[in-house]
């Protein structure tokens, strides 16, 4: 794919993922406003020079701007897109609208305001459980990994803790583990952090202590990215489902559906204790296989450690095989249990990033897996990139990146809705703040507290943006050297 392909792919996922999850959120305070008979002066699909724009029945002005990142609604009384009231006009808007006055959001009650103010991040929430429940009915869930081990590093962090082949892993630090995802995503920002887990081994629980190394880990696209790693590999049989055209297995004759049993002599039961022979042996290797009921021996001569470009999937990167074939689960949903599974896919994110959020502040965590605008687009980009890659003809492809998108829209719809629910100033939740203040005290906050509340929310949120724009330099810096 050449790199202006690349450029528009990035460009327009990173457009349809931000406009669709902004919209909502905005499109959520819109009708909020309407059931509280708020009126909306305006409602702008994007920003900038307006391409086009009507009027509904309502009175209300919608637009479509040309830079097409997001949107906004305008109530009336407000003195811009940002919702803030203008506050030297607000007696004097009263005066002049008299009756009128009711259709001001300001001058509504203060249980209407805050509940307009939450709806944005509601919307958020609901679109994300549509997405999710929608893919889950129409798609089935996920194909996962059990999460049982099916190899341990050497030396590692489980080796030390003397986790086994064959441990089904239940909890980490109290947290269910449904699949083998699921501890990635535990364990990812626990770099040198200990943490509790719960195994089963032979009917028996046990609880272990182990603290997962900070590994700096490449990805396809080049860039690195520090993890929490203990050392742990899913449990893939070592039976081939894939040889590639060329490799040094199809040369060895080695075909599809042989069982790896054992490498030099050493016993081979999944795909990862492969790939764990395969990190240091050069030249020629004795492979034994069990192939249609009978053993047999093949001579290999995997590709040179030092012609590769990642020591992840050594199988593949040197001896052209893939296995995909282990203890696996997909669950499948109906028109009832599909609701039932978004919401619980946006619990698990909301208490997933919460979570992190909550480390970070008390500085249990680093902030350097907070990701702004720039990394936004570069995951769309990325996403994008892989979904046409895969794909053996056009339509497939857009099928392909049209599933992916919305279904990281959902992940960043759940983010957009957690960000605005922050006590900060500016932020929905800072709004929410003082109306929880106002409802209490009987009367609003003082202009001077609000004025001083904007200008340190402004200055958190912009710090906030600061660290993850570094951060996501940091990336793509880490990609072209």
């Not at 009126?39 to 391409?51: C, I, K, R, V, Y």
């Amino acid at each position: 794919m050449s790199p202006f392909e690349i450029g528009f792919l990035t460009f327009f996922s990173f457009v349809f993922l931000i406009s669709l999850v902004v919209v909502i959120h905005e499109l959520g305070h819109y009708w909020a406003g309407r059931m509280c008979g708020v009126h909306a002066e305006a409602f702008s699909m994007g920003f900038g020079p307006t391409l086009a724009s009507w009027r509904d029945k309502h009175g209300t002005v919608w637009r479509i701007a040309a830079l097409p990142l997001g949107g906004y609604v305008k109530f009336l009384g407000d003195a811009g897109a940002a919702s803030e009231p203008d506050s030297d006009k607000l007696e004097e808007m009263r005066r002049r609208m008299g009756p009128d006055a009711d259709r001001c959001y300001h001058f509504k009650p203060v249980w209407q305001r805050a509940f307009v103010t939450a709806a944005g991040p509601l919307a958020n929430f609901i679109l994300a459980i549509v997405i999710f429940s929608g893919m889950a009915l129409v798609f089935g869930g996920q194909q996962t990994y059990q999460p049982v081990v099916g190899v341990v590093q050497p030396g590692s962090p489980s080796d030390r803790a003397g986790f086994e082949v064959g441990d089904r892993i239940l909890q980490i630090n109290r947290r269910p583990v449904d699949s083998f995802g699921d501890i990635s995503q535990a364990l990812f920002d626990r770099g040198n952090t200990e943490v509790t887990i719960e195994l089963e081994r032979d009917g028996a629980i046990r609880t272990v202590q182990v603290t997962p190394e900070r590994v700096a880990q490449q990805d396809r696209f080049g860039g690195t990215r520090n993890m929490g790693r203990i050392g742990i590999g899913p449990y893939e049989f070592a039976q081939v489902s894939r040889v590639e055209a060329g490799s040094p297995a199809e040369a060895a004759g080695l075909q599809i559906g042989d069982v790896i049993t054992a490498i030099e002599g050493q016993t081979i039961e999944t795909f990862g204790q492969l790939n764990q022979a395969l990190e240091s042996g050069e030249g020629a290797m004795t492979f034994t296989i069990a192939r249609d009921g009978s053993q047999q021996t093949l001579e290999i001569t995997p590709v040179p450690l030092d012609e590769i470009a990642g020591i992840y999937h050594l199988g593949f990167e040197r001896l052209g095989i893939a296995s995909g074939i282990g203890l696996v689960q997909q669950e499948t949903y109906n028109l009832l249990t599909a609701p039932v599974e978004g919401v619980r896919q946006v619990w698990n994110t909301v208490s997933m990033t919460a979570s992190y959020v909550g480390r970070v502040i008390t500085g249990q965590s680093s902030p350097e897996y907070l990701n702004g605008p720039i990394g936004i687009a570069t995951a769309a980009g990325q996403i994008a990139t892989v979904a046409v890659d895969d794909a053996d003809n056009f339509a497939e492809g857009l099928g392909n990146l049209l599933r992916r998108l919305v279904f990281v829209a959902g992940f960043l719809s759940v983010g957009l809705g957690l960000v605005n629910l922050l006590p900060i100033p500016i932020l929905d939740g800072g709004h929410l703040v003082y109306y929880a203040y106002e409802a209490v005290a009987r009367r609003p906050l003082s202009m001077k507290a609000q004025a001083l509340g904007f200008r340190v929310g402004l200055a958190l949120v912009l710090g906030m943006m600061l660290v993850a724009t570094w951060n996501d330099l940091n990336y793509l810096l880490g990609q072209i050297f």
